[in-house]
């Protein structure tokens, strides 16, 4: 389990037993997440919201490929949830994207 992102929500991830790496750049996420695929380990991997729209190729690969390797993004702190990434670009091609902004905020 693992925690890479902003420094006051590493805090809360490392209570409660997560490997954390606050405020990485992007490299040293890529690095972390290409050892991971290397080593062909099993991992559930959190990232802030900002990591997740950068583009960092192993993470895009290993989100692509699905597995072993799990990640999630979470919002920052104080804000409330988003839907983001692939199936939140179809929902809002179906539906709209105000039907579900009008959802998230409830």
């Known amino acids: 389990m693992l925690f890479l992102g902003e420094d006051r929500l590493a805090d809360g991830f490392r209570l409660i037993?997560?490997?954390?790496?606050?405020?990485?750049?992007?490299?040293?996420?890529?690095?972390?997440?290409?050892?991971?695929?290397?080593l062909r380990e099993k991992a559930f991997i959190v990232v802030d919201d900002d990591l997740m729209k950068q583009d960092i190729p192993s993470l895009k690969r290993v989100r692509r490929e699905g597995g072993r390797i799990v990640v999630i993004a979470v919002p920052p702190l104080g804000e409330g949830p988003t839907l983001g990434g692939d199936v939140a670009r179809r929902l809002a091609a179906l539906f709209g994207q105000t039907v579900l902004d009008e959802q998230t905020r409830r």
């Open 17 to 38: 037993g997560f490997e954390t790496y606050p405020n990485p750049d992007l490299e040293q996420v890529d690095r972390c997440i290409r050892e991971l695929i290397r």
